[in-house]
């Protein structure tokens, strides 16, 4: 159980195109989804976090209209980065909490390159 | 400001032997404590968390140790296997809310 996809999990555009990122729970229902980037060799950075039917939080530094974040449903929350960089190329992983445990399940993560 | 600290970037250890991995943390509001594992390219998997109302937490070969009062956790992975290379992360979470805020990870390696 808890297990979480994303799509795509590799995506190349061209600089200033937007991307969009969906994350999936397959087999619960998750009220609150994580966002986070992972540059190499470092650790995992949160950039925002995703409640059903409401807006998202944004980590300081992060820029909301950048990084749109919609969770329309219990099940699928989704990034979109407008109008990449090529310093937006990064490795973007999604995670979600199952209930009332505090555990965040992630998903297999997005590598995204803009050229 | 790094609340939670991994101060070995890398550990290698004989398969069969003890793996211990270490973590420290700054942050008294954490009163939750998770280690993730991650091959490259994938997202980090859940292993074993521990409340800090306990101190050891045992789930088969994965024992976690909370030591509060010097703000220090350990995973000990034992018998290692060669499966276990990957990078490990502890994560912490504060009394209040559900975010989690991630060490640097210690990328082990088990020899065979």
């Known amino acids: 159980g808890a297990v979480v996809s994303q799509h795509p999990s590799r995506v190349i555009c061209k600089s200033g195109t937007s991307v969009k990122i969906e994350c999936r729970s397959l087999d619960f229902q998750a009220t609150t989804m994580f966002w986070y980037r992972q540059f190499p060799k470092q650790s995992l950075m949160l950039m925002a976090t995703?409640?059903?039917?409401?807006?998202?939080?944004?980590e300081q530094g992060v820029e909301k209209d950048k990084f749109l974040i919609n969770h329309a449903s219990l099940t699928l929350s989704t990034l979109t980065v407008t109008s990449a960089h090529p310093e937006d190329s990064s490795f973007y992983i999604c995670s979600a909490l199952a209930g009332a445990a505090y555990e965040q399940y992630f998903g297999p993560g997005t590598r995204l390159t803009v050229t | 400001d790094q609340q939670v600290k991994q101060n070995s970037p890398s550990l290698s250890v004989q398969e069969g032997r003890i793996s211990i991995l270490n973590c420290d943390y700054t942050n008294s509001m954490f009163d939750y404590f998770l280690w993730y594992k991650k091959y490259p390219a994938e997202g980090p998997t859940f292993l074993i968390s521990?409340?800090?109302?306990?101190d050891k937490n045992e789930d088969g070969r994965f024992t976690v140790f909370l030591n509060k009062s010097a703000k220090h956790l350990s995973l000990h992975i034992v018998p290692s296997q060669p499966g276990d290379s990957a990078v490990y992360f502890c994560?912490?979470?504060?009394?209040?809310?559900?975010?989690?805020?991630f060490g640097e990870g210690t990328q082990l390696t088990v020899n065979p």
């Open positions: 521990i409340s800090s109302i306990k």
């Open positions: 995703s409640n059903e039917g409401s807006k998202a939080t944004y």
């Open positions: 994560a912490a979470k504060e009394t209040s809310g559900s975010r989690l805020t």
